[in-house]
């Protein structure tokens, strides 16, 4: 179903499907390793994260080369659980564009117009 906006009050519109409300927290993620917990149990200097059963731990590809190569894996993969930093949504506002400079403010990389 396509999501559409609803309006709140003047000038202010909040579309009716919205999957972030205020005060859910997003997870940020990042390349990593999953590896057993005993692999690597002598070095408490590591970073990392323990799964909730305690048999794996997540490691972080930051600055650290110890995890053979092919283990890393690409940060779309990556557990909740191994998650080192979680942001909470406080606001969230729609503010119209005035013009095509505001986009790239925006990261908008093209304004082709599809027909």
């Known amino acids: 179903m396509k999501s559409q906006p609803i309006a709140l009050r003047q000038g202010a519109v909040r579309d009716k499907w919205a999957r972030r409300m205020i005060g859910d927290r997003l997870w940020v993620r990042e390349t990593h390793a999953i590896v057993p917990g005993t692999a690597y149990h002598h070095d408490?200097?590591?970073p990392h994260r323990v799964s909730p059963d305690g048999a794996m731990w997540a490691v972080?590809?930051?600055g650290w080369d110890r995890v053979a190569p092919?283990?890393?894996r690409p940060s779309v993969h990556m557990p909740r659980w191994a998650s080192r930093l979680a942001l909470r949504i406080t606001d969230i506002r729609a503010d119209r564009t005035e013009a095509q400079a505001d986009l790239a403010g925006e990261y908008v990389i093209s304004f082709e117009?599809?027909?």
């Open 44 to 46: 408490p200097e590591i």
């Open 113 to 115: 117009v599809c027909a």
């Open 70 to 72: 092919g283990r890393w």
């Open 60 to 62: 972080y590809r930051e």
